[in-house]
């Protein structure tokens, strides 16, 4: 039964010495994450047993994924394996989402497959190759990991296998990916795809390689040398002089009694009463010229940080404030800063320090296209929605713009392929998929574009002069969190991402969906269903018609 | 190799089961070559004085004569059908039992029959280098039937896994024997099963305690609403009784002979005389009794209520009519207390998750009175030594009690007052050492290792001075 816990006691901030679940060790060009997580986790009422994760796992193995991108620019391969006997990882514990609010489970379900697409976002873009070594069974959520690396290899001592238990065993779904990556991914034959996901007991040996399953299978005795010299290999176009920058912790002030936060360039106002709060990333002043040599700037440079912060924000917006609908993204500061900056980055793109925060920057902006609340662009005095601070307003559901001299937005290169979405367009070629003359036609133009343009141009939703401006903003925020939040939820996850699919919109889309759908149904959650009785002593009874 | 019931012995009509036929032609000759590369070794030319099951009537199912061990004839052998038999507990109690798996515990059905199965090899295994030091020609021969036992309880779960589970089964059946005890790529499933036996104490032991955690189990799967595997283990348990037998009175016999020794010497110092010291007993004692205890799993299992709850594994006794009366088992608890954030806390577990501990229950009883046994003998001597069974927490790896140390009177203790307390506990290397210097053949008809007593009686009627096993390269003493 699902019971109370206070969500805002989740950090999403951890450092390697403060790990309890991971182990993270590099040696030259390769690194390792050693899978050894601690029984105790986020909440009392379970036990990780088995290498079995909650979210605090997976915000563990997140900042390992992003310290080896910043602080290990010098590692070409990463190896993911266990430090348990005979079980590499038994997946997401059933006990714990047995307890967890439907929230809960939705926000932990959507922040581990985060995790996943960041490995698969190193592994192509970043040149850290990951590989699975599976020295012992891997089930569920423990084989969803391992699918978001490159390659996977099994050991093969006749026990252990690879499964997607989740239909037989607990009547959901394996959500993180898994039946996506299964068919898209590794593109496993349809029908024995649909045999291996309900067959609680998996594949081993040589039928998973048969199946497409994994990529290799070794004995016991050879196993880890074999995928420790896969590992080598991989990591063969690594470059040894580069030199990490460190991470620092963000420690943003928080309001006690509001709830508001204050980092150094992003803050978020929130009015709980109102249910709105109010993202506002601020450009400092005075940014100088890049140095030679990128990574200096280390972890202070605002590029990095204020994304950072924004990153931080927005899970902290996710999990701590589940009673605020609609978001206002506010920026303040100097376009020239902005253009400069945008116009550095793209000259120094391949310094692998630059193509990690601009990499940064674009995953920071689908968690925003991912968050299941109401953002509203507010463009107005002192704004500064340029170049890659565009975007942000381009990530919006609706933008709001101020008709008055001197608010104005401006793009750039960015905006043009730099931070592409989960359908693999711009956000400007998603905004008018009608007409790509028109993005086109966006991109050859330059310079300041105020409200009348940008009105003509489409990039406004509602625009209105400083007579009219307070009440059309405050109608359409009261109106706005007066709707239905699922209406909306699902609304926006509708309109946001039009254009082609992908693996990462079908994850979002269509497997999340449909699992956030079981995970409502009676034959998974009711008091016979098969989620709620998993571990107790009765059996589940379904209600077998189907929809 | 044509497949019929010439060579194998059955009652399910294997001549005419096209299915069974097709597995065994191809697993049949490579059981042989399994048996021939992993079984006894040096002793497969012997004649041996074997019992052998022909039917399953009380005639046929001990059949004693002299045979070669790779010509044992093992056969497939189910407790007659009643076709009226009907699910004893769980949630599908009084419906008919199942005549064949249901697609919707294939898997866990599965699981079951393919853990169960993988010991049976496995132990052939670990017992393979024993023969050469067998104390006497009596306890090699016991040696031998328990091993070809062991083989055909093989028979007994392969052919569950032929017939019943298709592809899967067939491909199951062949790992039982490509894996191998203590094999680094391809170990036996159950860790327990993957050391070697390599000294005749640990023998008595293992058939004692650890083929006894068999007998519960098959007990238990003999209760289960899959017939075919109900009617598979009941058959078996009419054999592992011997097993058990050789385990009780081995043990039995170690100890009277311990007793003569003392009564030799003043200081009570067997070690001086080539005997077993009951303190060295005691530890083996503790040592295999926790071991096995652990083969039962976790004391609060979700599998073991998933297993009772579909019907496919009871408690022992469960349909005896006397042992229990609640066969739905979902409105009691157990109470259970184990350390927990340094306390040691009462845990009620629900009656389902405990089966497990159920089953456990029941082990120690029986193991309670073999100790008895023993004890007896202690007393009858006018010793005050006694034999004792540790406590259920005492050196456990698997369930609520492993997290913890607890000494063997089952209180909890600091992993290093553990540490120190088990030179008094649990067999040192130096200990082994020594039960292993013991170890010398005694090949001689009638005579026993000075470490250990005569038996009661032969076999079958048939003196103890017997050639129960007659070499083809060596001669038997006559006495």
């Known amino acids: 039964m699902e019971s109370s816990f206070d969500e805002t006691t989740i950090s999403f901030e951890t450092q390697p010495s403060d790990y309890r679940h991971i182990r993270l060790s590099v040696n030259g060009a390769t690194a390792r994450i050693e899978l050894d997580f601690h029984e105790d986790g986020l909440r009392p009422g379970y036990q990780l047993k088995l290498n079995s994760y909650d979210l605090g796992v997976d915000i563990e193995l997140a900042d390992a994924v992003q310290r080896l991108r910043f602080e290990h620019p010098e590692v070409g391969a990463v190896l993911i394996t266990s430090a348990l006997d005979g079980v590499f990882s038994s997946g997401a514990n059933i006990f714990m989402l047995g307890l967890s609010t439907h929230a809960h489970k939705v926000n932990f379900c959507k922040y581990t497959n985060e995790t996943r697409l960041y490995i698969e976002d190193a592994s192509e873009f970043s040149g850290q190759r990951y590989i699975a070594g599976l020295n012992g069974i891997a089930s569920g959520g423990g084989y969803e990991l391992p699918m978001a690396c490159e390659e996977i290899y099994l050991v093969d001592d006749r026990r252990s296998a690879v499964s997607l238990p989740e239909v037989p065993f607990l009547g959901v779904l394996p959500g993180t990916g898994g039946l996506t990556r299964l068919v898209d991914k590794r593109k496993v034959r349809r029908d024995l795809a649909d045999v291996f996901s309900t067959l609680a007991e998996g594949i081993k040996g040589k039928r ?52 508001s936060l204050q980092y150094r ?102 968690r925003i296209d991912c968050t299941a609340r109401s953002f509203f662009a507010i463009i107005d005095e002192g704004s500064c929605f340029t170049g890659s601070l565009f975007e942000l307003a381009l990530a919006a559901d609706r933008i709001y713009m101020l008709e008055e001299e001197g608010v104005q937005v401006e793009w750039n290169a960015s905006n043009h392929g730099a931070f592409p979405m989960a359908n693999g367009l711009t956000r400007l070629q998603t905004r008018f998929l009608a007409d790509p003359a028109h993005v086109g036609k966006l991109s050859t133009m ?94 589940p009874e379904f209600d077998y018609n189907r929809t | 190799m044509a497949i019929s019931s010439d060579i194998i012995p059955n009652n399910v009509d294997l001549d005419s089961n096209r299915k069974l036929q097709k597995a065994l032609v191809a697993w049949q000759p490579r059981f042989l070559e399994w048996w021939n590369d992993m079984g006894p070794r040096g002793y497969q030319q012997d004649m041996v004085y074997l019992r052998t099951a022909v039917s399953v009537e009380s005639s046929g199912w001990a059949h004693y004569d002299y045979v070669r061990m790779p010509e044992y004839r ?197 070690t001086q005389l080539g005997g077993i010291p009951l303190t060295l007993l005691q530890k083996y004692i503790n040592e295999w009794y926790s071991a096995s205890m652990d083969l039962f799993g976790s004391e609060d299992s979700s599998n073991s209520a998933t297993y009772f709850s579909a019907g496919l594994k009871g408690r022992f006794g469960e349909t005896n009519g006397k042992t229990y009366e609640d066969h739905v088992a979902l409105e009691t608890y157990r109470d259970l207390k184990w350390m927990e954030e340094g306390r040691l806390t009462n845990h009620e577990i629900p009656m389902r998750r405990a089966m497990n501990l159920e089953l456990a229950d029941s082990y120690r009883k029986d193991c309670s009175s073999a100790l008895n046994r023993w004890n007896k003998f202690l007393e009858e ?27 063997v009177s089952g209180n909890p203790v600091a992993h290093n007052d553990f540490a120190s307390g088990c030179v008094e506990w649990l067999p040192s290397e130096a200990d082994k050492a020594y039960v292993k210097s013991l170890m010398v053949p005694c090949l001689e008809l009638g005579k026993f290792a000075n470490w250990i007593a005569p038996p009661r009686k032969g076999i079958q009627s048939n003196p103890i001075e017997f050639p129960y096993v007659q070499f083809h390269d060596k001669q038997t003493t006559e006495a």
């Not at chain 1, 920026?331 to 990690?356: C, I, N, P």
Request: charged residues 30%; aromatic residues 8%.
């Open chain 1, 208 to 259: 998973a390689v048969e199946w497409g399953l994994v990529d290799g299978i070794y004995p016991t005795s050879r196993f880890a040398d074999e995928v420790d010299n896969r590992l080598k290999e991989a990591a063969q176009d690594a470059d040894s002089t580069l030199k990490g920058i460190s991470l620092d912790a963000l420690n943003p002030k928080l309001d006690a009694e509001t709830g």
């Open chain 1, 265 to 366: 360039h992003v803050s978020l106002k929130v009015n709980r009463q109102e249910r709105v709060a109010t993202l506002r990333l601020t450009v400092p002043s005075g940014m100088t010229d890049l140095p030679s040599s990128v990574g200096d700037l280390g972890a202070d440079w605002f590029a990095l940080r204020a994304f950072r912060e924004l990153d931080d924000a927005i899970l902290r917006l996710r999990f701590h404030y589940p009673e605020v609908g609609l978001v206002l993204i506010e920026t303040k500061g100097d376009a020239q800063d902005m253009l400069s900056l945008d116009a550095a980055m793209d000259d120094r793109k391949d310094d692998w320090f630059v193509r990690e925060t601009l990499l940064f920057m674009k995953r920071v902006m689908k």
């Open chain 1, 446 to 539: 330059s310079g300041p574009i105020d409200t009348d343009s940008a009105n003509e141009l489409g990039l406004v939703t509602v625009s209105a002069d400083d007579i009219d401006w307070e009440d059309e903003v405050r109608l359409a925020i009261e109106e706005r969190v007066s709707l239905s939040p699922d209406s909306l939820t699902g609304m926006e996850a509708n309109l946001r991402f039009a254009g082609p699919e992908t693996m990462e919109t079908k994850i979002f889309g269509r497997l999340s969906a449909w699992q956030n759908w079981i995970f409502q149904r009676p034959n998974a959650v009711g008091p016979s269903g098969a989620l709620s009785l998993y571990g107790q002593p009765a059996s």
């Open chain 2, 74 to 270: 093992w056969g497939i052998f189910l407790t007659p059908n009643d076709p009226n038999r009907t699910i004893g507990f769980g949630d599908q109690m009084g419906k008919p039992a199942w005549q064949q798996v249901p697609g919707e515990y294939r898997k866990e059905l599965r699981r079951l029959i393919v853990t169960q199965c993988d010991t049976e090899p496995a132990s052939v295994e670990q017992q393979r280098l024993l023969g050469d030091t067998a104390p006497s020609l009596y306890d090699m021969r016991n040696l031998f039937q328990v091993n070809v036992e062991e083989g055909r309880h093989l028979w007994a779960m392969v052919h569950l896994l032929h017939e019943y589970f298709g592809r899967d089964g067939r491909e199951e059946a062949e790992d039982m024997l490509m894996r191998r005890s203590g094999d680094v790529d391809s170990p036996r499933i159950l860790e327990a099963f993957n050391k070697p036996i390599d000294d005749w104490l640990a023998f008595f032991c293992f058939t004692m305690f650890t083929d006894r955690d068999g007998k519960f189990q098959l007990g238990a799967l003999a209760e289960s609403a899959f017939d075919p595997l109900s009617r598979a283990t009941r058959f078996m348990l009419t054999e592992e009784a011997h097993h058990l037998f050789v385990g009780d009175t081995g043990i039995g016999r170690v100890v009277r002979r311990t007793i003569e020794l003392m009564a030799q010497r003043e200081d009570r110092d067997v």
């Open chain 2, 381 to 407: 001597a006018g010793l005050a030594d006694r034999l004792y069974l540790p406590e259920l927490s005492f050196n456990r790896k698997v369930g609520v009690f492993s997290e913890h140390d607890y000494d």
